[in-house]
């Protein structure tokens, strides 16, 4: 199993970014698949997820500025992120929940998202 993060990096107050995740090793069209994030000193937070249908969520600071897709074809889930603030600097993961489990149990290394003027 593997989910390689990328297109993380700095950007300033206001600006945009993309990640994406690539997963191999799973059946990735029925497993739902989230983003988390841990900022210095802070735990890890969810972000977002979508399930195996297509259904969306988000945690309240990023619902209208963040969307999460996916690409079953590619094996692929992306984070648009726009109007970035300084509390989104944080190291993002992103996590798999295998069919027929709830929990998020395949995650990735992680990318670096800086946000700073």
């Known amino acids: 199993v593997q989910l390689v993060e990328s297109g993380g990096g700095l950007v300033q107050p206001g600006g945009s970014l993309s990640l994406s995740c690539a997963a191999s090793?799973?059946?990735?069209?029925?497993?739902?698949m989230g983003w988390f994030r841990q900022a210095p000193g802070k735990e890890r937070e969810f972000v977002s997820a979508?399930?195996?249908?297509?259904?969306?969520d988000y945690t309240d600071s990023v619902k209208g500025r963040f969307t999460i897709s996916r690409d079953n074809a590619k094996n692929t889930v992306d984070l648009q992120m726009n109007s970035l603030k300084l509390e989104d600097t944080a190291l993002y993961y992103c996590?798999?929940?295998?069919?027929?489990?709830?929990?998020?149990?395949?995650w990735g290394q992680g990318t670096q998202v800086t946000v700073s003027s």
């Open positions: 090793g799973f059946t990735f069209r029925m497993s739902n």
């Open positions: 996590a798999a929940a295998p069919y027929g489990t709830s929990q998020y149990s395949y």
């Open positions: 979508i399930t195996w249908s297509g259904n969306r």
